[in-house]
């Protein structure tokens, strides 16, 4: 039984460019319905993600607002990012509806798992980001603020500051994923990656320098879990490449076939 996609007939342009569009609909339809539900609750969300810092502000100090409209529309504009990150699993869905006809069966199988551990991992990076970081990171700025000026931060510049770092830790957890795809893709192999180890260590350190204050600690607090992943990723890529190896004499067969001319007649 040769595996082959479950919809091998072509499609027109047409009908292509018009699922893709009933399916970037639905994506800005779940992120506009959560944030429907949220709407009401945009002081409260704020006040949530503020938490981190305003429990180092020294006593009295409070968050300000530097434009007319910021107590407004900084939550609002809080709210609707908090839409989207939680709209993540259905705009994924809609991306492998998309392209999942078009895949082997044995691409399906590795597929799926990829995008459960995408949204998990994605999810991961923000919390670590939120309950361990963002204090340190705070604290520190805290502490290193110079006697005789007052820390009070502006709230439309926290949210920017906060964002960057939700997304920078969200991808940053994403390393096992993206080691998995350059196996299987082909792109690199398990050996280079092993071979490549002490360089990835050493990005792994420069990146937490850059994402976290100047300490040895946070900075360690950062590489090491990013490294985790990346070894964690070299662990399923090897999996990965041995199936790809030996798992689809099917499909080589298949190639091997339609590579030979056709039979001379009688």
């Not at 944030?35 to 503020?50: D, E, M, N």
């Not at 900084?74 to 492998?96: C, E, G, N, R, Y």
């Not at 969200?170 to 180890?197: M, N, Q, T």
């Amino acid at each position: 039984m040769s595996d082959k996609p479950e919809h091998d007939q072509p499609m027109p342009l047409v009908s292509h460019l018009t699922e893709l569009r009933t399916r970037l609909l639905r994506c800005i339809a779940a992120i506009f319905i959560i944030f429907a539900g949220l709407f009401a609750f945009t002081q409260q969300i704020y006040t949530l993600v503020s938490t981190p810092l305003r429990e180092y502000l020294p006593v009295g100090a409070t968050m300000i607002a530097t434009d007319v409209a910021s107590p407004f529309l900084t939550p609002l504009k809080l709210t609707m990012m908090v839409s989207l990150f939680i709209a993540i699993p259905v705009i994924l869905h809609q991306i492998w509806g998309f392209i999942a006809p078009g895949l082997y069966k044995h691409e399906k199988r590795i597929a799926v798992p990829l995008l459960v551990s995408s949204i998990f991992l994605f999810y991961a990076g923000m919390a670590f980001a939120y309950f361990l970081v963002f204090p340190l990171v705070f604290k520190f700025f805290a502490a290193a603020t110079p006697e005789g000026v007052a820390m009070m931060t502006d709230i439309s510049s926290y949210l920017d500051f906060v964002m960057t770092l939700f997304f920078a830790f969200g991808v940053a957890f994403e390393i096992p994923v993206a080691v998995v795809l350059l196996v299987w893709i082909g792109i690199v192999d398990v050996k280079y990656l092993r071979k490549i180890r002490p360089y990835v260590i050493i990005g792994c350190f420069v990146v937490g320098m850059i994402l976290t204050p100047p300490d040895i600690f946070s900075q360690t607090l950062l590489a090491i879990p990013m490294w985790m992943l990346f070894e964690i990723g070299i662990l399923f890529g090897s999996l990965v490449s041995k199936n790809k190896r030996g798992d689809h004499p099917d499909e080589q067969s298949e190639r091997d076939n339609n590579a030979q001319p056709p039979a001379p007649q009688a």
